[in-house]
């Protein structure tokens, strides 16, 4: 019997679901803020990503499903911010459009060891804005992401930002920060001693509890900031107080990929445990340009979709769906239900029925396993007076009502 690949996971019914309504609450405040979907091929050329993410990274080393097709090698996309850049460029958006909002739902594929939260296949759902420097398109970014989370229902989420300024302020902190791990480095694992030298940021990000014990101790500030990138910083923050957005600095947040610049952010959750990300995003003013486009700037972020279904709390994800089913009792009533349920779908109104003959207990109890609104009743007695009852899931209170009403009393009892 053949089995899913280790790390990838089918979604079934009816967490299908609830997957959807993720992605369409998500797509309702995307377009309300003004981003289009874009949707790129799941699978590019490798040195795209070598280029974008940096080949010292751990997604490049050791997390990208590559495949060797003569001599192209290919990978399949471990994020989508450099896609989404290359596409922009390919597609000479900077003339036709300069700047520009985009949102982008779909899988992300990295090679790492599964775990709550992580698999080799996953989702995101997330937005790139590109062909602006301003501090108000990062305010509204993070404020987007904050929006969203809320509109989900997810409770209890942090916003942690920081600033790790222009190229040059990277190069200074990056001297900074090896002149203050130097005398540490022999307590430091493996894979940070090989990053002090290749990519000193990681270190920062490592989740090995001693060397997060040493990067704790480390005293960082933004004194490694030019004027420009502090007074960036100060609006970005100034902003997100007008708008009421609860945020904290964190001065070791600096995200392991080498485009970022300016502001870094990353929305975390108790509930993950040690993976405790929900989603991460920040500045790559440079990509663009590196990519072979124009100088521009470029915000943007990600959420992880796994990991939204697993802090969104079970009540919201067993809402009331507005499905109306149609319980039928006998023969007769069956070709009756025949005719009310297509007449209730004309009508757009969400209707299931029986097909396996069960009976009336069984009928109800699969009507509320499927988190029905209403079950309509059609049996002897109701076909012989000419009503359908009507029953509320969530009250239990059931009446009669005639037949050639029974379509508008359901319309207006489910708000269709």
């Given at each position: 019997m053949f089995k899913a690949v280790?790390?990838?996971?089918?979604?079934?019914?009816?967490?299908?679901?609830?997957?959807?309504?993720?992605?369409?609450?998500?797509?309702?405040?995307?377009?309300?803020?003004?981003?289009?979907?874009?949707?790129?091929?799941?699978i590019e050329d490798s040195g795209l990503f070598n280029r974008s993410l940096g080949s010292s990274t751990e997604i490049i080393q050791k997390q990208m499903f590559t495949i060797q097709r003569d001599s192209d090698l290919f990978a399949l996309r471990p994020e989508a911010t450099a896609c989404v850049a290359r596409?922009?460029?390919?597609?000479?958006?900077?003339?036709?459009?300069?700047?520009?909002?985009?949102?982008?739902?779909?899988?992300?594929?990295?090679?790492?060891?599964?775990?709550?939260?992580?698999l080799r296949q996953f989702h995101h759902l997330g937005v790139e804005a590109i062909g602006s420097l301003s501090p108000y398109l990062d305010i509204e970014v993070i404020g987007l992401a904050n929006r969203i989370l809320n509109e989900l229902g997810i409770k209890d989420f942090n916003i942690n930002i920081n600033s790790l300024g222009c190229t040059e302020d990277k190069k200074n902190l990056a001297v900074s920060l090896r002149f203050k791990l130097k005398d540490k480095l022999t307590k430091l694992c493996e894979d940070c001693q090989a990053r002090f030298k290749n990519n000193v940021f990681r270190i920062l990000d490592c989740k090995n509890e001693a060397c997060r014990h040493i990067v704790e101790t480390l005293d960082l500030q933004n004194d490694y900031l030019c004027n420009d990138c502090k007074e960036h910083f100060l609006k970005v923050k100034s902003g997100l107080d007008a708008l009421g957005i609860n945020y904290k600095v964190l001065p070791h947040l600096v995200r392991g990929l080498d485009y970022y610049t300016r502001t870094v952010f990353e929305i975390t959750h108790g509930d993950l445990g040690s993976q405790d990300a929900l989603g991460a995003g920040g500045r790559y003013d440079n990509l663009i340009s590196e990519l072979g486009g124009p100088m521009l700037g470029a915000m943007g972020f990600a959420l992880g979709q796994e990991r939204l279904m697993l802090v969104k709390s079970a009540s919201e994800n067993v809402e009331r769906s507005g499905l109306v089913y149609v319980v039928t009792l006998g023969e007769t009533a069956k070709q009756e239900a025949v005719v009310l349920v297509d007449a209730l779908r004309k009508a757009f109104v969400y209707c299931e029925t029986d097909y396996e003959d069960k009976s009336l207990k069984a009928q109800m109890r699969q009507a509320n396993n499927l988190n029905a609104a209403f079950v309509l009743i059609i049996g002897d007695d109701e076909l012989k007076k000419r009503v359908v009852v009507i029953k509320d899931m969530h009250t239990s209170i059931q009446e009669e009502i005639p037949q050639d009403k029974i379509i508008d009393v359901v319309k207006v009892k489910i708000k269709c």
């Open positions: 280790r790390g990838t996971k089918d979604i079934l019914p009816p967490d299908t679901s609830a997957w959807q309504e993720v992605e369409s609450i998500s797509r309702r405040i995307f377009t309300l803020y003004g981003y289009q979907e874009i949707r790129t091929p799941i596409a922009y460029i390919e597609n000479d958006l900077d003339k036709k459009e300069g700047f520009a909002k985009f949102y982008y739902i779909g899988p992300m594929f990295r090679a790492e060891r599964p775990q709550k939260g992580r």
